[in-house]
């Protein structure tokens, strides 16, 4: 069983910057896809990165590309969300995962990930 435990959302203005750190303790992280999604008010979650287990291959949505870097250090069981020019409309919840599948290749579907965090709040102002 992984556990996942998303930090370092917050209050930022236009422009500004966050990173996001997913914190997973159980099986081994190093074998799985990690992916960051969000989901804002009123609105269906949606695919924001993806990061493959060894950290070669990523992938990102239209709305993250230029502007966010998934990364990831095995070692500490952890995956990170750079974001940087922040927009109001990037004000959501955001959440990390897991594709416990081993050595899955990377995906932006939220049904092919099994372990999700609680979620941390990023919220944008203008």
């Known amino acids: 069983q992984v556990q996942l435990v998303e930090s370092g959302g917050g209050l930022v203005q236009a422009g500004g910057s966050l990173k996001l750190s997913c914190a997973s303790s159980?099986?081994?992280?190093?074998?799985?896809?990690m992916g960051w999604f969000r989901q804002a008010p009123g609105k269906e979650r949606e695919f924001v990165a993806v990061?493959?287990?060894?950290?070669?291959?990523?992938r990102y949505a239209d709305s993250a590309k230029g502007r966010f870097t998934i990364s990831r250090d095995n070692a500490k069981n952890t995956v990170y969300l750079q974001m940087n020019s922040l927009k109001p409309e990037d004000t959501a919840v955001y959440y990390c995962?897991?594709?416990?599948?081993?050595?899955?290749?990377?995906?932006?579907?939220?049904?092919?990930?099994?372990?999700w965090g609680q979620g941390t709040q990023v919220t944008v102002s203008s």
């Open positions: 159980g099986r081994t992280f190093s074998n799985f896809a």
């Open positions: 990061i493959s287990w060894r950290g070669i291959s990523t």
């Open positions: 995962a897991a594709r416990e599948m081993a050595y899955a290749s990377i995906s932006s579907r939220a049904a092919e990930y099994d372990t």
